[in-house]
T-cell receptor
Framework: AQSVTQLGSHVSVSEGALVLLRCNYS??????LFWYVQYPNQGLQLLLK??????LVKGINGFEAEFKKSETSFHLTKPSAHMSDAAEYFC????????????FGSGTRLQVQP | DAGITQSPRYKITETGRQVTLMCHQT?????MFWYRQDLGHGLRLIYY???????DKGEVPDGYVVSRSKTENFPLTLESATRSQTSVYFC????????????FGPGTRLTVL
């Protein structure tokens, strides 16, 4: 069965520092991979997605992620953190279930210190 | 307004009561989903629907019932609420399967006393 592991339930960075949120996946078929962001008391919003085209994917708000098949990873990065980036981030995979549903990781809460 | 809406946004109920959470989307997306969000678990799929009158179980379906008589609506019913069903519930929709973006509603925070 497909699965997602997000390493680190909480990540804290200083404003202006690099953001790195880790995601590893498992899928028996070539996966589609997604990063979603959730701001307090809101639903999830798509940041970016990998759908077997370019392995480096650029998303909204300056985020990007690189698909590495050999490492089964899809880590999310942003060169310079902003206070407004503080939120919860979820990695998700669509693969084994006939690509019908997403399987989510447990989430990483990003804190940005001034 | 176009989009996906959920009602109510907040609900408090008692153990054993029946509760229905509503979800409505205006895009005519074929696929609709219900997830629950709990600390440490991320989002877990309860049920999904590929079209009107077609539904299927997800990862955690026990204690829940769904129906989809119209494309735009996908209500979730807790037949006899339990405290373990206290959670935040998200509805989502998608035009097709695969790489399409899944759009989420704002969520319903349900507390079962």
């Amino acid at each position: 069965a497909q699965s997602v592991t997000q390493l680190g339930s909480h990540v804290s960075v200083s404003e202006g520092a690099l953001v790195l949120l880790r995601c590893n996946y498992s899928s028996s078929v070539p996966p589609y991979l997604f990063w979603y962001v959730q701001y307090p008391n809101q639903g999830l919003q798509l940041l970016l997605k990998y759908t077997s085209a370019a392995t480096l994917v650029k998303g909204i708000n300056g985020f990007e992620a690189e698909f590495k098949k050999s490492e089964t990873s899809f880590h999310l990065t942003k060169p310079s953190a902003h206070m407004s980036d503080a939120a919860e981030y979820f990695c998700a995979v669509s693969g084994d279930t006939g690509r019908r549903a997403l399987t989510f990781g447990s989430g990483t809460r990003l804190q940005v210190q001034p | 307004d176009a989009g996906i809406t959920q009602s109510p946004r907040y609900k408090i109920t008692e153990t054993g009561r029946q509760v229905t959470l509503m979800c409505h989307q205006t895009w005519s997306h074929s696929y609709m989903f219900w997830y629950r969000q709990d600390l440490g678990h991320g989002l877990r799929l309860i049920y999904y629907s590929a079209a009107a009158d077609i539904t299927d179980k997800g990862e955690v379906p026990d204690g829940y019932v769904v129906s989809r008589s119209k494309t735009e609506n996908f209500p979730l019913t807790l037949e006899s609420a339990t405290r373990s069903q206290t959670s935040v519930y998200f509805c989502a929709s998608r035009e097709t399967i695969g790489a399409d973006t899944q759009y989420f509603g704002p969520g319903t925070r349900l507390t079962v006393l």
